[in-house]
């Protein structure tokens, strides 16, 4: 369970804030059930998931086309480079209350603080398409006895986003103190480690107030706005909440299960499970207190044996982890579905106690989105409370409907090559300073042995003079 803690983004940042947040088709009021106005409302409509679906699908087509096997590496870039990417996606982790899919988010709640790297953009578009479940609003209790107007009462006072503090790791990052270092004593190598944080700190606390002023406008619009889920949307999606077993918080029921042995987990929970840092192999059969460094030996000799394995199933332990995920048959809100505030639940008990279905939305809605008059009607009680507890069986990973933790960060490839090419730049420096060590332990033993020579002879040349001086005598 190591690799599962960490904390709470839009990749199709700019382009998918600003459409959601300004498109008037999603936040007028007035509606013509004229089919001229039906037409503009479909376009405007089309034209803002297609504006997210694209940048999101390219990102992640060329993350898989871009990978070190196939591409030649780039570059390394620089530090203003790097600081506007992590700037960028801190702003992807933004909870905005108008990007929103089936009653959930397309960003973290912030239940954990940290293990926030997967590709943002993949994993919007994976919720997109209803293939993993969005990052729902969790609710720390539940009882199954409350009745609907005590879990409105509830999920009224929900926020977008949960504190740092109120996290299940700690981000050291924000208790990091750069007023008290003195940069001009410290070494090149302290000063780059010192920028780097005092930059991630700074880029925290903006994180925040970014995420406050998104907190401070679904206030201001929520009462009004048709991207605030209804209370009948809210019911539906919490009167049979569920814990997840990693993070012992309540979701609706509509979660992820492992492909594996089909156990529940929330996204939240998911995009923390990822590999482990390129190491070693780990040598079970040989447990000598030499075994370290000999294997460190050898990875300086061979970089290549540096290894990257598979993220495990917390559950059952299955390489390969992955999740599938059924979205519910009758709520479709948000991107690619009714705004949220129009959903009526189709479950309904009429006076004599039978389970009737009402219209979803009125006949303008319905015209000007295209949902079909039956569209909502299909699924009984049966089949929609069946999704959360039918058997779903062993997938394998490469199953299209499976969301895997490398499909997530596609990069991982990339980042065991770098640190086999780091590796293998550490041990020729490390060659080359032993042969420059060599080189001059041996050049000082040829000069110390012709010093030697040297001595030698002039003292044979003196010994012969001595002789002949005394041979004169």
Same mark, same amino acid.
């Given at each position: 369970?190591?690799?599962?803690?960490?904390?709470?983004?839009?990749?199709?940042?700019?382009?998918?804030?600003?459409?959601?947040?300004?498109?008037?088709?999603?936040?007028?009021?007035?509606?013509?059930?004229?089919?001229?106005?039906?037409?503009?409302?479909?376009?405007?409509?089309?034209?803002?998931?297609?504006?997210?679906?694209?940048?999101?699908?390219?990102?992640?087509?060329?993350?898989?086309?871009?990978?070190?096997?196939?591409?030649?590496?780039?570059?390394?870039?620089?530090?203003?480079?790097?600081?506007?990417?992590?700037?960028?996606?801190?702003?992807?982790?933004?909870?905005?209350?108008?990007?929103?899919?089936?009653?959930?988010?397309?960003?973290?709640?912030?239940?954990?603080?940290?293990?926030?790297?997967?590709?943002?953009?993949?994993?919007?578009?994976?919720?997109?398409?209803?293939?993993?479940?969005?990052?729902?609003?969790?609710?720390?209790?539940?009882?199954?006895?409350?009745?609907?107007?005590?879990?409105?009462?509830?999920?009224?006072?929900?926020?977008?986003?949960?504190?740092?503090?109120?996290?299940?790791?700690?981000?050291?990052?924000?208790?990091?103190?750069?007023?008290?270092?003195?940069?001009?004593?410290?070494?090149?190598?302290?000063?780059?480690?010192?920028?780097?944080?005092?930059?991630?700190?700074?880029?925290?606390?903006?994180?925040?107030?970014?995420?406050?002023?998104?907190?401070?406008?679904?206030?201001?619009?929520?009462?009004?706005?048709?991207?605030?889920?209804?209370?009948?949307?809210?019911?539906?999606?919490?009167?049979?909440?569920?814990?997840?077993?990693?993070?012992?918080?309540?979701?609706?029921?509509?979660?992820?299960? /492992?492909?594996?042995?089909?156990?529940?987990?929330?996204?939240?929970?998911?995009?923390?499970?990822?590999?482990?840092?390129?190491?070693?192999?780990?040598?079970?059969?040989?447990?000598?207190?030499?075994?370290?460094?000999?294997?460190?030996?050898?990875?300086?000799?061979?970089?290549?044996?540096?290894?990257?394995?598979?993220?495990?199933?917390?559950?059952?332990?299955?390489?390969?982890?992955?999740?599938?995920?059924?979205?519910?048959?009758?709520?479709?809100?948000?991107?690619?579905?009714?705004?949220?505030?129009?959903?009526?639940?189709?479950?309904?008990?009429?006076?004599?106690?039978?389970?009737?279905?009402?219209?979803?939305?009125?006949?303008?809605?319905?015209?000007?989105?295209?949902?079909?008059?039956?569209?909502?009607?299909?699924?009984?009680?049966? /089949?929609?409370?069946?999704?959360?507890?039918?058997?779903?069986?062993?997938?394998?990973?490469?199953?299209?409907?499976?969301?895997?933790?490398?499909?997530?960060?596609?990069?991982?490839?990339?980042?065991?090559?770098?640190?086999?090419?780091?590796?293998?730049?550490?041990?020729?420096?490390?060659?080359?300073?032993?042969?420059?060590?060599?080189?001059?332990?041996?050049?000082?033993?040829?000069?110390?042995?012709?010093?030697?020579?040297?001595?030698?002879?002039?003292?044979?040349?003196?010994?012969?003079?001595?002789?002949?001086?005394?041979?004169?005598?």
């Amino acid at each position: 369970m190591g690799q599962v803690r960490g904390r709470p983004g839009p990749s199709p940042s700019t382009t998918l804030n600003q459409q959601s947040s300004e498109d008037p088709s999603l936040t007028s009021k007035d509606h013509s059930s004229s089919s001229n106005s039906g037409d503009s409302v479909r376009n405007s409509r089309e034209s803002l998931v297609q504006g997210i679906r694209q940048p999101v699908s390219q990102s992640s087509s060329e993350s898989e086309r871009s990978r070190p096997s196939q591409a030649p590496q780039v570059k390394r870039s620089s530090r203003s480079e790097r600081e506007k990417l992590k700037e960028a996606h801190a702003r992807g982790l933004l909870v905005k209350y108008d990007e929103n899919v089936d009653g959930g988010y397309l960003a973290p709640y912030g239940t954990y603080n940290l293990n926030l790297d997967y590709q943002i953009s993949v994993v919007k578009e994976a919720i997109i398409e209803r293939k993993l479940a969005p990052f729902y609003t969790p609710l720390q209790d539940f009882d199954a006895s409350w009745t609907d107007e005590d879990l409105l009462a509830v999920l009224s006072n929900l926020k977008l986003h949960a504190l740092p503090h109120e996290a299940e790791d700690e981000d050291e990052d924000l208790e990091y103190d750069e007023a008290s270092v003195d940069e001009s004593l410290l070494s090149k190598k302290e000063l780059r480690r010192h920028l780097s944080k005092k930059f991630n700190k700074q880029l925290k606390l903006k994180k925040l107030e970014w995420q406050a002023a998104e907190e401070k406008r679904y206030l201001e619009e929520r009462a009004t706005s048709r991207q605030a889920a209804s209370d009948d949307l809210k019911l539906e999606l919490y009167r049979t909440s569920v814990e997840c077993p990693i993070c012992f918080l309540y979701y609706p029921r509509w979660l992820n299960y /492992s492909r594996c042995c089909n156990h529940a987990i929330c996204t939240e929970c998911f995009v923390q499970i990822k590999r482990l840092e390129p190491h070693l192999p780990h040598d079970h059969d040989d447990e000598g207190d030499n075994n370290g460094e000999d294997q460190k030996a050898k990875a300086e000799q061979d970089p290549n044996l540096l290894i990257s394995e598979y993220a495990c199933c917390p559950y059952c332990a299955t390489p390969n982890f992955g999740v599938i995920y059924s979205p519910p048959a009758y709520i479709r809100t948000g991107l690619g579905g009714i705004p949220p505030a129009l959903f009526k639940s189709p479950l309904k008990s009429s006076g004599n106690g039978n389970i009737t279905t009402d219209a979803i939305t009125d006949e303008e809605d319905l015209n000007a989105f295209e949902v079909q008059e039956n569209y909502f009607r299909k699924a009984s009680m049966a /089949s929609a409370m069946s999704i959360a507890t039918q058997r779903r069986g062993s997938l394998p990973a490469t199953h299209p409907q499976v969301i895997t933790t490398d499909f997530i960060r596609p990069d991982w490839e990339q980042n065991l090559n770098n640190a086999r090419a780091k590796l293998a730049k550490r041990a020729a420096a490390a060659s080359a300073i032993h042969a420059s060590n060599m080189l001059i332990q041996s050049n000082e033993n040829e000069i110390e042995q012709k010093m030697i020579q040297e001595a030698m002879r002039l003292s044979l040349l003196e010994e012969e003079s001595r002789k002949r001086r005394a041979s004169v005598k």
